[in-house]
């Protein structure tokens, strides 16, 4: 969805096919529909203003149930509204207005399932006693626990994005009383796509990983990152920071990564060689069969590996087909309520990624 600041409209690129769903749903029994409001870049200003009860809120909830009139007039195509609020804030904490805000969706909404992604680490956001939301009645289906990007711009350490050992840890946190979800309304999140990172001590941490240290990746001051910086233009938005452009994600499906945004991230030492560039010809090195390159972390069930021959050194993390199929084998005894993905299109022409679920998470359920 995309927010012009009267209703949330859907761009030519992305204006969903009515008959499309239909022929899937009718094809596949049992198949249901969302639609995400948000994301990453989107409704930020929007949701923050409905995290209070008064005109915002009532504006934003009509606007979704507009959307929905325009959009699937007969009802018959979505299913499901997820909400994508990243994230809700914890100074000053939005966790009771983001709690109250969902109550009042689901009485916006009484027929349609509700799902809410969340971060991998619930300290990420306001997420204070969310599992409460369902104590009185049931108002949201279940929660979309982002277990990737654990690693990620703001981070200090090194490490997995994603893994086994960072899933559980996140799910454990989630589960705990400060937050209360239960295991059967999660949702275990798979990143089909690897991230990279800039770092500066190549040398140091070529043959452990872990010890790599990032380079400023994101800052509120442009002259702290090491390259020429992309500037967030949402001003009103008091989340904006500046973006150095020295880490992203490249999705397993090479013809799919092209990102316009890094062709203008110039390297210092590199003159015209763009940050996208530098990470588009790093991607061809990677050993993504890492099991048999030896990098493979059989505790982690993720792979990490230091690219010292780039122009502008780079860490990538990622799991293989392999490493999510032992993570589903590892969680199964915790009864989660399912999986997600993000996304389908990322993965590569084999599907190996989908094919590996399909062999374990799927027959745990």
Not at 5 to 13: D, H, K, N, Q
Not at 25 to 31: I, P, Q, R, V
Not at 83 to 95: C, F, L, R, T, V
Not at 200 to 219: A, G, I, L, R, Y
């Amino acid at each position: 969805m995309t927010f012009t600041g009267e209703s949330w409209i859907t761009t030519a690129y992305d204006k969903p096919n009515m008959q499309d769903y239909i022929g899937y749903k009718k094809a596949h029994e049992g198949l249901k529909v969302g639609v995400a409001f948000g994301g990453w870049d989107l409704g930020k200003v929007e949701f923050k203003a409905a995290m209070s009860e008064g005109s915002a809120r009532v504006k934003l909830l009509d606007d979704f149930e507009n959307w929905f009139k325009e959009t699937d007039p007969t009802g018959e195509v979505f299913d499901l509204i997820d909400i994508d609020y990243e994230y809700p804030q914890k100074q000053p904490d939005e966790s009771a207005g983001f709690i109250s805000f969902l109550k009042a969706l689901r009485e916006k909404f009484p027929d349609k399932e509700i799902s809410v992604a969340v971060s991998g680490l619930p300290s990420d956001g306001g997420y204070a006693k969310l599992g409460s939301v369902n104590d009185e009645k049931k108002v949201v289906d279940f929660f979309n626990v982002m277990t990737y990007d654990i690693v990620n711009r703001v981070s200090t350490q090194a490490g997995h994005h994603s893994s086994l050992i960072e899933t559980e840890n996140s799910l454990k946190l989630w589960a705990d009383e400060a937050y209360g979800l239960k295991y059967e309304d999660i949702n275990v999140g798979f990143a089909f796509y690897a991230k990279w990172f800039g770092i500066s001590n190549k040398d140091e941490c070529k043959n452990d990983p872990k010890k790599c240290k990032f380079v400023v990746m994101q800052t509120k001051q442009a002259d702290q990152c090491p390259t020429i910086p992309y500037k967030q233009e949402v001003t009103a938005d008091p989340m904006s920071v500046v973006d150095c452009g020295t880490s992203s994600a490249f999705r397993f499906q090479p013809k799919n990564n092209a990102n316009t945004f890094y062709h203008d991230v110039k390297l210092k030492s590199g003159g015209n060689f763009t940050m996208y560039e530098n990470a588009q010809a790093s991607y061809g090195r990677v050993p993504w069969d890492s099991e048999e390159k030896g990098i493979y972390d059989s505790d982690a069930k993720a792979s990490l590996w230091v690219d010292d021959q780039a122009e502008f050194p780079l860490l990538w993390s990622w799991q293989s087909p392999k490493g999510m199929k032992e993570t589903c084998d590892g969680l199964k005894e915790l009864n989660v309520g399912g999986y997600m993905i993000w996304s389908l299109g990322g993965d590569n022409d084999k599907h190996s990624h989908i094919k590996a679920l399909q062999e374990s998470c799927w027959k745990h359920e």
